[in-house]
């Protein structure tokens, strides 16, 4: 089974592509609204598309602005600066999505990607 993503406006396109390979359906910002537009918007339409948010972006990682609780899913990749890191954080995030292929794993939680762990918030 695949999972639906969409993509914010900082996914790298390696990220984007590794998703679609691995039989994942993935939303690109840029298709559905302006990219800038504000983290309030991005992620509403995340929730309207029935996806999981997946970014770079620190500020989806806050669980108190952000509270996992309210969302269908947030993968906050944490490159840290070190864009050398994206393929390993995508080979966490792939095998984890292996593991748990349906959607309704993901509501409610944010995972931390990193590149030797994935930490779930709630």
Do not use: W
Request: net charge positive; with cysteine; glycine share 4%.
């Amino acid at each position: 089974m695949s999972l639906r993503f969409f993509a914010d406006h900082c996914v790298p396109a390696l990220v984007i592509r590794l998703l679609r390979d691995n039989g994942h359906e993935v939303f690109v910002i840029k298709e559905h609204i302006p990219t800038d537009s504000r983290d309030s918007a991005v992620i509403a339409k995340a929730q309207e598309l029935d996806a999981v948010l997946v970014s770079l972006d620190g500020d989806f990682s806050d669980i108190v602005t952000y509270p996992p609780a309210a969302y269908r899913g947030i993968v906050s990749l944490q490159v840290r600066n070190h864009p050398e890191s994206i393929r390993a954080l995508m080979n966490r995030l792939l095998a984890y999505c292996s593991i748990y292929p349906e959607i309704s794993h993901y509501r409610g939680k944010l995972l931390l990607v990193e590149v030797h762990r994935i930490r779930v918030r709630r």
